[in-house]
């Protein structure tokens, strides 16, 4: 798939499923580098990166999901070569609920499997002040609280100076972001939450399971916000597990040797 918007970890291969991953809020298609050698040949990772960070650090980062949306619908747009599913961690599954939705608008193929991670359903409101216009300090202390950066990178200032506008311009994104109710997508659900994860209870994220018709199953991964990382291992093996169970991949075992 084209750039920028797309970077592959496991290019060459002539996979079964393209699995498309989102990042979450601040969040680059690095994130997900590891994922291309530890999943399964049969699939390709292919990590979205939105502007304004890693490769596409000079670009301006876009402030609101249905920008967002609209520009890497386009995108991936041009490149339906093959099915695909939609993984998306935090805001990434705010985007990638919306992205599904923008394609059938669109008439477009819809994935053939949505999992949806660590962020609570969009048709539940906001359950805590908007952290894009906060002070930095206070900022900084959100971001630490969610366990998903190192604290030597939150304590390099300079660093610090460069990342925190690209971080508030998604959270601003996250933040004004306004559910429209929309007939449930036809789509399989996947929806994983933290255990421990204190901005997103278990319960907010299982009411995803009222967005889709094509059945949900909800799964609860040891750790908090970021348990995709805590938990990685469990949360690729149940990855792989979720899509050869509904028919889009292969088991291993099915697998002529």
Do not use: K
Request: net charge negative.
């Amino acid at each position: 798939m084209a750039q920028p918007w797309f970077v592959s970890f496991n290019p060459g291969i002539e996979p079964e499923l393209r699995l498309i991953c989102i990042p979450f809020a601040g969040g680059g298609a690095s994130a997900f580098r590891p994922w291309g050698a530890a999943l399964s040949a049969r699939l390709e990772v292919v990590a979205v990166q939105p502007p304004g960070r890693e490769s596409r650090f000079r670009e301006a980062p876009l402030r609101d999901i249905a920008t967002i949306v609209e520009q890497l619908g386009t995108a991936l747009a041009a490149g339906l070569d093959r099915p695909f599913a939609l993984f998306g961690h935090s805001m990434g599954a705010l985007v990638a609920f919306e992205l599904a939705r923008w394609l059938r608008r669109q008439g477009l193929p819809l994935p053939r499997h949505l999992i949806l991670s660590g962020r609570r359903a969009a048709s539940l409101p906001l359950d805590r002040r908007p952290y894009h216009d906060l002070p930095d300090a206070d900022l900084l202390d959100e971001i630490r609280r969610m366990r998903g950066t190192d604290d030597g990178l939150l304590q390099n200032d300079e660093l610090m100076a460069l990342l925190l506008p690209t971080i508030r311009a998604d959270f601003a994104a996250h933040d004004t972001y306004r559910y429209r109710p929309e007939p449930p997508l036809p789509v399989p659900l996947s929806i994983f939450g933290g255990r421990d994860d204190v901005t997103t209870p278990p319960e907010t994220v299982a009411a995803w399971a009222e967005h889709g018709t094509a059945g949900a199953r909800v799964h609860l991964f040891d750790g908090g916000h970021f348990f995709i990382n805590d938990a990685r291992a469990a949360v690729l093996r149940t990855i792989e597990d979720e899509l050869a169970a509904a028919g889009h991949i292969r088991r291993s075992e099915d697998l002529v040797m």
